[in-house]
């Protein structure tokens, strides 16, 4: 019997998680037989709806590994679910003058501003 996805509640912070094996052929492209993320809450209602979203976004990053459009990071401190980026070459459509810009995610921001005080 096959058991539903759902939050990881941890046994001692009472934080929920996503935890979430990674697929067998990709799991040497990431390093990793498993992914956590924390949910950042003690609610669980909160962590239903938060544990959707980021299984969404595990999805969508074992996608475009499989693809090899996704940025992988050397840093052992990386968390591929905080901010997968597609980093293919551009296309005419994708145009650098293009008015319309993907709107920057907190994470993502926060990953940028990490990195400039290094």
Do not use: W
């Amino acid at each position: 019997m096959a058991l539903i996805a759902q939050p990881f509640r941890h046994p001692d912070s009472g934080i929920y998680y996503l935890r979430r094996r990674v697929p067998d052929d990709i799991r040497q492209v990431i390093g990793k037989t498993e992914i956590r993320r924390s949910l950042n809450t003690r609610n669980h209602q909160q962590a239903k709806a938060a544990f959707a979203i980021a299984y969404a976004e595990s999805e969508r990053f074992f996608h475009q590994v499989r693809s090899g459009h996704a940025c992988l990071s050397p840093s052992p401190r990386f968390n591929p679910l905080s901010s997968p980026i597609c980093t293919h070459a551009t296309t005419a459509s994708e145009d650098k003058s293009s008015p319309i810009k993907k709107p920057l995610r907190l994470s993502e921001a926060f990953l940028g501003y990490v990195e400039s005080l290094a």
